[in-house]
């Protein structure tokens, strides 16, 4: 079973952010200066994830709220549709960005999740959803993407679930920008990745001042094309990164299949690894590959140069189900891949 079938597939870099807030909740501006702002970046995407209990779909006495489908639907005139009619200037104004509308929210495990690219949205304030009714909610969307926000914060690892992983896809490895701390969360990534969640790796500047982009710290997103559909298409099969510098492209592969795969493999197989780490800007002090409770595994020693190519090889065995690349450059920055996943017969 593979996340992406295409081996020979070439992807492009797509820098951005994917949780940002605006004055429709906690943050400054609406989305269309957002947009705007973070274009003049020279990023490639901005996702807005206003909290929904903030909306005034929520606060002005539940006026989108449909009780029949127990869930806040649009209605013109409201900041989630004027969200959404922003979203659709700035991508038709422009070919080189993409805007999308989503929402943040509590959940059941503590902290936040946000749900990206929905039609509709919770209250997840008031409304107190457990593992399946949440899970039930986001099955009913159509093509969502769901990410664990901040897990530094009042965040418990949970049981794997299938049936929220097919939407749950990605986790913060690091987040915050100006003038809140910036936060590395990779200990809880890999605690998730232990238990068995299938989750790509991002960086959130969660922006409640008028500065989207002005920190380092992105999300790389690697897809065919800049649109909607294909940065939903590959958030969706965990083709990310996160890096703290704005111009690390990295290539991580198994056996020539992208990061985000899971590859059936029998005990004893050799994979053999792929990784190209380019940064014009910060130069690479070392790589390590690393893998179960955040193991190093391997580790090369880059000498501080800004193109790194290194194919190291392992043998499967029981005790390693998934493999993540870590960049260290010279200023201390962090760049984190996406899994790639190794399935056995042991662990299938």
């Avoid at 990779?186 to 969660?206: H, R, T, V």
């Avoid at 290539?251 to 899971?262: D, E, L, Q």
Wanted: glycine share 6%; net charge positive; aromatic share 12%.
């Amino acid at each position: 079973m593979y996340n992406d079938p295409s081996k020979n597939a070439k992807y492009n870099f797509y820098f951005g952010i994917p949780h940002t807030h605006t004055s429709y909740s906690d943050g400054q501006g609406r989305p269309i200066d957002a947009f705007e702002y973070a274009r003049g970046k020279n990023l490639n995407f901005l996702f807005i994830a206003d909290h929904s209990n903030f909306l005034d779909g929520v606060k002005h006495k539940n006026f989108e709220y449909n009780k029949q489908k127990k869930q806040y639907c649009e209605m013109e005139g409201s900041q989630w549709c004027s969200t959404r009619k922003e979203v659709e200037f700035t991508n038709n104004k422009y070919k080189d960005f993409v805007a999308l509308r989503g929402f943040e929210m509590r959940w059941f495990a503590g902290g936040h999740i946000s749900i990206l690219n929905s039609q509709n949205y919770l209250n997840g304030r008031k409304q107190h959803y457990n593992m399946d009714k949440l899970t039930n909610w986001l099955g009913s969307q159509n093509n969502v993407v769901a990410t664990i926000n901040h897990p530094n914060r009042s965040f418990a690892p949970i049981k794997y679930n299938i049936e929220l992983n097919k939407v749950l896809k990605l986790v913060e490895v690091g987040n915050g920008a100006f003038p809140r701390n910036y936060i590395r969360c990779e200990s809880n990534y890999y605690k998730l990745l232990d238990l068995g969640w299938q989750l790509g790796a991002i960086n959130g500047q969660d922006n409640h001042i008028c500065n989207w982009g002005d920190s380092d710290n992105l999300t790389v997103i690697l897809a065919e094309a800049l649109n909607k559909d294909a940065l939903i298409d590959a958030m969706g099969k965990l083709r990310t990164y996160s890096t703290e510098t704005r111009s690390l492209k990295l290539i991580f592969k198994a056996n020539n299949f992208w990061m985000g795969s899971t590859i059936n493999a029998n005990n004893n197989d050799l994979i053999n690894f792929e990784i190209s780490a380019d940064d014009k800007s910060v130069p690479i002090e070392k790589i390590q590959l690393i893998s179960k409770g955040g193991s190093i595994i391997k580790e090369l020693q880059c000498n501080n140069m800004n193109k790194v190519t290194w194919r190291p090889s392992l043998i499967v065995n029981n005790n390693e189900s998934w493999y993540i690349v870590k960049i260290i450059h010279s200023n201390g920055s962090w760049g984190i891949s996406s899994p790639i996943f190794i399935k056995t017969k042991d662990n299938y």
